[in-house]
């Protein structure tokens, strides 16, 4: 549990500074910012993987590059289901996920809550 915790402050704080470094995006508050990593983490665990599977043969085709699409959907969506939270485009939706994507990972390293720290 302390796991999952962790994951989405760190995920909290990447929203604050995707939305405090592009322009496209804004947050309201820090509390939107913890309801938009908890609806992302949702979004990411339960349609995420439908939405891979269905699309499986234009991914292919695409040689993966469909993936950036679907990430975008999944942040246009959370866009639609958290008001204080608003997107402008599809531009700054897919910096957007490369930014928190790139960010959560750098404080999850330092903060440490991969699984191989376990005792």
Known sequence: MGKFFAKTIATALAV???????????VDSTVTA??????????????????IILTIPITIVTLGLF????NIIIVKLAANLVSGFTVDGWLAALLFSI????????????????????S
């Not at 939305?19 to 804004?26: M, N, Q, R, W």
């Not at 609806?39 to 990411?44: D, H, T």
């Not at 993936?67 to 679907?70: E, G």
Request: net charge neutral; aromatic share 6%.
């Open 67 to 70: 993936l950036l699409v679907i």
């Open 99 to 118: 930014v928190v994507s790139f960010v959560s990972s750098l404080i999850e390293a330092i903060i440490g809550t991969d699984e191989s720290n376990k």
């Open 34 to 51: 913890l309801i938009v990593a908890l609806v992302l983490g949702l979004l990411n665990s339960f349609i995420k993987p439908i939405l």
């Open 16 to 26: 604050l500074v995707a939305a405090y470094i592009l322009k496209g995006v804004h």
